[in-house]
C-alpha cells in the first residue's frame, strides 16, 4: 500500500481537530484496562510484538495503552509515525519506517529499536476528526492484506466509538456506569481473545485471509460493536 502525504504534519484543521481531541478528556490519562484489552487482542489478531493506540496532541503523540513497547507513555510529534497516519489519504497507513518510507517523521527511535513494520488506522470521531490511531508494529519485514486492513480499520473504529462512551459516562458524572461498560466490553475482548488463541494454536498461526478465520473474527468484532451500539443509545 503506497501513501500519499502533505507537505507538513499540520493539516489545515489542525484547530479543530486539537479542539475535538481535547473535548474528550482522555490526553495523558491514566491506563484504563478497557483500553489496554484492545492493543492486547489486536497484537494477538496480527502476530505483532507491538500494538498501541495513540493520541496526536500539538506536540506529543500520547499512546493510552501500549503492549509490547515497553514503558513508553509518549514521543514528540516528529518522531511518532502516528502522526503522519492521520494524515494520509487512506484509511490504512503502512510504513517500514525508512526515511524515504515518510519525510515528515524522523525514524531514528524505531530503527533504533529495529523496527521495520508499522500499519495503522486513524480513530475517527463523528465530527470528522482524527485524533489518533490503532496501530501494530513489528521487527520483521511484512505486508497488509486488504483483509487484515479491514480488521484494523475496524478495530480502529470500536477503539474510536469506546472512546466516545467514556466521554459520555465521564463527562455526565457517571463513573460507575464507566466501570460496568469497561467491565462488559473486557469480557466480550476477553471471550475474543480466548478463541483467538485457540485459533492459532489449531492452525499455527493466524492467518486472516483464510475465510473462515476471517469470518470468525469478523463476528467477534461485530459482538464488540453491539455493546457499544446500545450503551451509546
Not at 9 to 14: V, Y
Not at 122 to 135: E, K, S
Request: a negative charge.
Amino acid at each position: 500500500m503506497s501513501n500519499s502525504f502533505p507537505g507538513s504534519l499540520i493539516p489545515e484543521n489542525e484547530a479543530t481537530r486539537l479542539r475535538t481531541l481535547h473535548l474528550y478528556q482522555i490526553v495523558n490519562t491514566t491506563p484504563e484496562r478497557i483500553f489496554d484489552d484492545y492493543v492486547s487482542w489486536t497484537a494477538q489478531l496480527f502476530g505483532t510484538p507491538i500494538s498501541m493506540i495513540s493520541l496526536v496532541d500539538e506536540d506529543r503523540v500520547w499512546f493510552k495503552a501500549v503492549t509490547g513497547g515497553g514503558e513508553i507513555v509518549s514521543l514528540p510529534r516528529t518522531e511518532s509515525m502516528c502522526s503522519a497516519a492521520i494524515l494520509a489519504d487512506r484509511q490504512v497507513v503502512t510504513s517500514d519506517y525508512k526515511p524515504e518510507s515518510c519525510a515528515l517523521i524522523k525514524p531514528d527511535v524505531a530503527l533504533a529499536l529495529g523496527l521495520n513494520f508499522y500499519a495503522a488506522a486513524v480513530l475517527q470521531m463523528p465530527d470528522g476528526a482524527r485524533i489518533g490511531t490503532m496501530a501494530v508494529i513489528d521487527r520483521e519485514v511484512r505486508t497488509l492484506s486488504s483483509a487484515e486492513a479491514d480488521v484494523l480499520t475496524r478495530l480502529a473504529g470500536l477503539v474510536s466509538r469506546t472512546i466516545e462512551l467514556r466521554f459520555r459516562y465521564l463527562s455526565t458524572h457517571r463513573p460507575d456506569e464507566w466501570e460496568e461498560a469497561q467491565q462488559e466490553l473486557a469480557t466480550t475482548l476477553d471471550d475474543n481473545a480466548t478463541l483467538t488463541r485457540y485459533l492459532t494454536t489449531r492452525n499455527q498461526g493466524l492467518n486472516l485471509d483464510d475465510d473462515e478465520v476471517l469470518g470468525l473474527v469478523l463476528r467477534r468484532l461485530t459482538g464488540v460493536d453491539s455493546v457499544l451500539a446500545r450503551r451509546l443509545k
